[in-house]
């Protein structure tokens, strides 16, 4: 009997193929297979007969348009499991057949270490332990995420835990792995009408864990991989040329090799397993080709997406307009789930990348202070030659690969600079100015360089593997505009300030480049809502605080309070810029004004148009000061996912 119901369900709602419902030729590419299936009124009247009741409607039906509508505003919270009104196992038996069986019951993936949880296994907990810091194994699990503090470091492996104890904290309760448009339509109607958190992991990278949430179903779009090459795209905007569009889970590696494939560049970002499609472009993202073309949100023609209503729309320049501005750099989880973007991609070129480390081991620290200001030096005149840098600056012994000899064995780690479209002769003359003040101070350093033809090959033997799945750092950036970088005095204070956040026991990386292109026309500002502090940034500037594994809460909380207030000191220095809302402090003062600046009352009026009753949130998102997170962790509320999500009555 369940399984002819499977069946029949299945077939009626998510796995049915079906001609396009809303397909709209003009300004945006066909849709992928799975974005062809979509859910209906018709579809959910079907359903509703084969469950003779009514509350397939009431459970799964659309937002606004939607004749029943639950009026949740009465109750202030989203529901956490055994509260009286969280769904039956039976409503969930029901989503799950509408869904063709993805949904997936969570559990924390260290569970397997902790004999009191039904998934304990020595082998896979030392399985687990063994590739706990890489993005692979926390990608591929449905519910994990990278960045466990902000899950409230609730169930960590051994090494790396700091109680003895194995908790849900904010891993979701729920996931759906989803495959089609209807599943997703499915659930955001489903979290909507009965009053659970809801949440989007795509690769669960974010700084911020944003992916979790106490309690919450989760959409996970990993395997929305499709990808279509365009050589000839007419856009909304008036753009003609190449393009790609890529489904919501396809990563940084995919979409460099599919670019590569084709012959052409795209702007990703500089890690090989961060999506392009979701939480990276959405909230701006930068490349190490922005300075040649911008950010990765200014690449964006055409968005498909769910709403919060549960409608499934395009977005361009012309089609929901106020929808494709917000979604291009006004973050993650706001208003809608993005299934797929399309994103202009650009021709061939070389790219040549150097790495080089120099410390501070043989001549001092002066000496070695003296590098890093010719480096600083030179920034304007690189970054305006299209270029792009990554690089590390501490006294850390983590950081560092080695044995610190103390809190002045200095190091700074270029890895890498990038020059697109430079030979390593031509890369070699822009560097010049820098190495040979390198040269003058005897620093010893010895760079590393590598070009291919083309970006992909150079990117994969330049760029970092980075660890994930850690919670002993907390980070703070802001971005440096030229005019910090051009006066002397203020890049020496720079430079001074850097120092000092080492002296004071934090690390420090930067970014090099620019989101306004060199290869381009200069966006408009209004174009996008990418934070406008972005269009005159050289450098951002990141300072981390780190504890151990073993630390407690009080050791977390000192130490990120300490940061914040020590970013004053950024702060003051560039007080008309911002910072980065995918690599922002949790708690950044004036947040709305320092992660959208200009943008946010637009930001929030659009928030409360389309998604009036708080479908989405995310730590730190448009609108998220309008909830708290009782976080059940001994660190003040919204410090972490890992509590009951209520509205904040102003
Ligand atoms: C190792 C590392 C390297 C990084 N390098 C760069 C870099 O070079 N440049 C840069 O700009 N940033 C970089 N970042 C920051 C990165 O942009 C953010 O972590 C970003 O949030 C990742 O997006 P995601 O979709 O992969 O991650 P997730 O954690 O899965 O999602 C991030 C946020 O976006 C939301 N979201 C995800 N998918 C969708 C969707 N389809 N629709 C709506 N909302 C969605 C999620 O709900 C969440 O709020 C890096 C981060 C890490 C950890
Ligand atoms: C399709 O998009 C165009 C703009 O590109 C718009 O004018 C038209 O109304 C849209 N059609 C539908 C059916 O949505
Ligand atoms: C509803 O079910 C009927 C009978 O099986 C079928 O003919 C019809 O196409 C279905 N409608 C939708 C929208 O799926
Ligand atoms: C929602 O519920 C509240 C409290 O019960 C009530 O005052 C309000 O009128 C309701 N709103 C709608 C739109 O039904
Ligand atoms: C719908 O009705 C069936 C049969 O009466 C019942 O078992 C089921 O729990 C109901 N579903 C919901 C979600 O209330
Ligand atoms: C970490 O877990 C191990 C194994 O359960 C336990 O022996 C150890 O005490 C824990 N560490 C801390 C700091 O609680
Ligand atoms: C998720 O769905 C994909 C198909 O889209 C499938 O290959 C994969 O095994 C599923 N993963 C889990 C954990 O269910
Ligand atoms: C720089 O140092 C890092 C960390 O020790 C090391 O991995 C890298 O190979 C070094 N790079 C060069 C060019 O020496
Ligand atoms: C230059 O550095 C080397 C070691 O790297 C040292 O032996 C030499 O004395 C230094 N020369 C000067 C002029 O500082
Ligand atoms: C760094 O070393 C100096 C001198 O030994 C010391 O005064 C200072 O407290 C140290 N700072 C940190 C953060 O350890
Ligand atoms: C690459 O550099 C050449 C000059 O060396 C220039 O003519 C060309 O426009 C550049 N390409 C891009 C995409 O900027
Ligand atoms: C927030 O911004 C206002 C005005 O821009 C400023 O006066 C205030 O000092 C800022 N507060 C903090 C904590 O930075």
Redesign the pocket.
Known sequence: MKSILFQLLAATIATASSLPAFYNASGAPPFFPGEDIQLTEGRLTNASQIFPNSSIHRLFGFGRESKITNNITSFGCKLLPGDAAWPSPSTWDIFNFLLGGSLIKTNPLAAVCYPLWPEYSAQRCKEVSEKWLTSELQLASPGSVMQPLYEGRSCMPPGFNYTTSCEMGAYPTYVVNVSTVAQIQLAVNFARNANLRLVIKNTGHDFLAKSSGKGALSIWTHYLTDKAFYPEFESDDGYTGPAIKVGAGVQTREAYEYAKAHGVTVVGGEDYSVGIAGGFTLGGGHSPMSS??GMAADQVLAMQVVLASGHFITATAKQNPDIFWMLRGGGGSTIGVVTSMTIKV??K?QMTTVTLNFTADNDGPDVFWKGVRAYFDNVESLVDK?TYAYYFIGASADERGTTAAGNTSYYFQMQPFAA???TIE?TKALLNPWFTAMDEFNITYTPVYSHADNFHDSWVVAFPEEKVGQDVVKLASRLMPRSVIHDTTLRNQLVDAIQDAIAKGFFTSGVQLSGTG??VEPPSTSAAAVLPAWRTTLTQTTVGGEWTFQSDWGTVKEVSLSLTSWMDVLRDLAPDSGAYLNEGDIIEPNQSDAFYGKNYPRLYALKQKYDPTGVFFALTAVGSEDWEVQVTDPLPYSWNNNGRLCRRWK
Do not use: D, F, S, T
């Open positions: 040649m073309y650009h021709p070129v299209g697109p479209n430079k031509e060199i290869a």
